[in-house]
Nanobody, 124 residues
Framework: QVQLVESGGGLVQAGGSLRLSCAAS????????KGWFRQAPGKLREFVAG????????SYADSVKGRFTISRDNAKNTVYLQMNSLKPEDTAVYYC?????????????????WGQGTQVTVSS
């Protein structure tokens, strides 16, 4: 069982930046794919970014391309989400996800371990 703990969320003005971190512990599957998802009030959870486990291939939702960057440090069992040029529509709870398979995942069903989430609020 993998435990994932997100951190780095908070309140920021539009145009600002935040860096989310997700630390994994337990049976960490360090080479497994990782992902970030988000869920805004009244909306379905949506894919934000993903990174594969071996080649570090990345994928992004169209809404965050060019603004967000996902990265990972396998030695630290940590995945990051650098968020720049934040917009009010980025406001959501952000969740980290992991799986043992190293192939890139882009849907919620691709992942079997989830963190508790961290709130990101962008004010206009």
């Amino acid at each position: 069982q993998v435990q994932l703990v997100e951190s780095g969320g908070g309140l920021v003005q539009a145009g600002g930046s935040l860096r989310l971190s997700c630390a994994a512990s337990g049976r960490t599957f360090s080479s497994g794919a990782k992902g970030w998802f988000r869920q805004a009030p009244g909306k379905l959870r949506e894919f934000v970014a993903g990174i594969s486990g071996l080649l570090y291939t990345t994928s992004y939702a169209d809404s965050v391309k060019g603004r967000f960057t996902i990265s990972r440090d396998n030695a630290k069992n940590t995945v990051y989400l650098q968020m720049n040029s934040l917009k009010p529509e980025d406001t959501a709870v952000y969740y980290c996800a992991a799986r043992s398979n190293s192939n890139l995942g882009i849907t919620g069903n691709d992942f079997n371990s989830w963190g508790q989430g961290t709130q990101v609020t962008v004010s206009s």
